[in-house]
């Protein structure tokens, strides 16, 4: 997977110490943590900090009831951070992860700053290969004119990492939350990952993982068909049925569903699908998500779906 991503970094000829001992330096003193209260019913917790070559930032926002239904609510929301945070994108070879921290419920921002702090490290010594690489490359490249060289020099690209776990509705029954990730590490562009949304039942705090019931992605493929050409429409294109099963980029005719768990809008009258960057349409598309009237599915719904309106 690093491979893919550092595809566009030239092979490196030399180790630039002191470069990376100046840009070690020059992020002392701007690491910054901060506890701020949302609405009172929520905290969120965050982690930030940057360089020339990095910026990073991580953020959670999690319930402030005592109850069994909060606390398990932020096990469940605490958990997927460490997932979204611990990926192994810290090496080349993605064998380095950062070692998991015990979490404590007291102390939530010590532990948000111990990953903050974990993954700019590692980053940042990435980032600085893929410097050091392209300074070599420039300083091979006898084609080059030395303002070429420079002004190729002063805009090599800052690598990014920003992840945010943020409460997004909040309904009767049930609250949603939102974990996604931005990162960009020197390619042609960068990426948007993450669980996407999470649906807990607040009178038990359990997590919900399915809305659908099995075995109805046929059923449903005239309502996603009809979702996905509302999106594009939104977006200036109109498109007809086979106009759209010429754009999306999937193997046969058969749309799958979102490997993202659908949700309910506020009002739960609508079940929103999310689709993931390349999961069936090109990075040019974006991620694409519609809604579609609970009323027209509603025969398709678990019965835990069903229950939560």
């Known amino acids: 997977m690093m491979k893919t991503?550092?595809?566009?970094?030239?092979?490196?000829?030399?180790?630039?110490?002191?470069?990376?001992?100046?840009?070690?330096?020059?992020?002392v003193?701007?690491?910054?943590?901060?506890?701020?209260?949302?609405?009172?019913?929520?905290q969120i917790y965050s982690f930030k900090d940057s360089c020339q070559h990095l910026t990073l930032s991580f953020?959670?926002?999690?319930?402030?009831?005592?109850?069994?239904?909060?606390?398990q609510i932020c096990d469940s929301l605490v958990a997927e951070f460490?997932?979204?945070?611990?990926?192994?994108?810290?090496?080349?070879?993605?064998?380095?992860?950062?070692?998991?921290?015990?979490?404590?419920?007291?102390?939530?921002?010590?532990?948000?700053?111990?990953?903050?702090?974990?993954?700019?490290?590692?980053?940042?010594?990435m980032a600085m290969k893929d410097y050091e690489d392209r300074m070599s490359y420039l300083a091979d490249d006898t084609t080059m004119t030395?303002?070429?060289?420079?002004?190729?020099?002063n805009d090599v690209p800052m690598w990014a990492f920003d992840y945010a776990i943020t409460k997004t509705i909040d309904a009767p029954a049930f609250v949603v939350y939102d974990a996604h990730a931005y990162c960009y590490y020197g390619g042609a562009h960068g990426g948007v990952t993450g669980a996407g949304a999470m649906t807990f039942d607040k009178s038990k705090g359990?997590?919900?993982?399915?809305?659908?019931?099995?075995?109805?992605?046929?059923?449903?493929?005239p309502y996603i068909r009809k979702g996905l050409i509302q999106y594009y429409k939104e977006y200036g294109d109109t498109l007809?049925?086979?106009?759209?099963?010429?754009?999306?980029?999937?193997?046969?005719?058969?749309?799958?569903?979102?490997?993202?768990t659908p949700h309910?809008?506020?009002?739960?009258?609508?079940?929103?699908?999310?689709?993931?960057?390349?999961?069936?349409?090109?990075?040019?598309?974006?991620?694409?998500?519609f809604a579609i009237p609970v009323k027209d599915i509603l025969k398709y719904l678990t019965s835990e779906a069903a229950n939560l309106r």
Not at 17 to 23: G, K, P, Q
Not at 208 to 213: A, G, P, S
Not at 247 to 255: H, K, P, S, T, Y
């Open 206 to 221: 359990q997590k919900m993982e399915h809305f659908l019931q099995d075995n109805v992605t046929l059923d449903l493929q």
């Open 264 to 289: 309910f809008n506020a009002n739960a009258d609508s079940l929103v699908f999310t689709y993931g960057q390349y999961e069936i349409a090109c990075y040019a598309d974006g991620m694409p998500s």
């Open 82 to 125: 460490v997932r979204g945070v611990c990926q192994p994108w810290y090496s080349e070879d993605g064998n380095e992860k950062i070692p998991e921290r015990e979490y404590n419920r007291d102390d939530v921002q010590a532990f948000v700053d111990y990953y903050g702090h974990a993954a700019y490290e590692r980053l940042l010594k």
């Open 29 to 42: 003193g701007k690491q910054m943590a901060k506890v701020t209260a949302s609405d009172g019913s929520t």
């Open 146 to 153: 030395p303002e070429d060289r420079e002004r190729i020099k």
């Open 240 to 260: 007809t049925d086979a106009q759209l099963s010429e754009r999306l980029q999937i193997e046969g005719n058969v749309i799958p569903l979102p490997q993202q």
């Open 59 to 71: 953020s959670i926002e999690l319930p402030n009831g005592k109850d069994s239904a909060s606390l």
């Open 5 to 27: 991503l550092f595809s566009n970094i030239a092979t490196s000829k030399g180790v630039m110490s002191l470069i990376l001992v100046m840009a070690l330096c020059s992020c």
